[in-house]
């Protein structure tokens, strides 16, 4: 699993698999759409205007995984 953020789109993506083939992206919100192959493998999420749906603490998004915590700055 990856989380990739674009400051200047301000778009976050979760990504949990790589996109082989076919891809299907749903349009879930105006701020939320998936992606998925024909097989139903969820590919990945895509947050629009991820800094106010992922900000958390001041303005920072905190990461943890296995046991390790970070934080990614989200200020638009």
Not at 52 to 69: M, S, Y
Request: glycine residues 6%.
């Amino acid at each position: 699993m990856k989380l990739s953020y674009d400051p200047k789109a301000n778009v976050a993506y979760l990504r949990f698999h790589e996109k082989q083939g076919t891809v299907t992206t749903l349009r879930i919100s105006d701020e939320l759409n998936i992606d998925i192959a024909p097989d139903g493998t969820l590919y990945g999420i895509e947050l629009l205007n991820a800094n106010v749906q992922l900000t958390e603490d001041q303005g920072q998004l905190i990461v943890e995984a296995a046991g390790q915590r970070q934080k990614i700055s989200l200020a638009a």
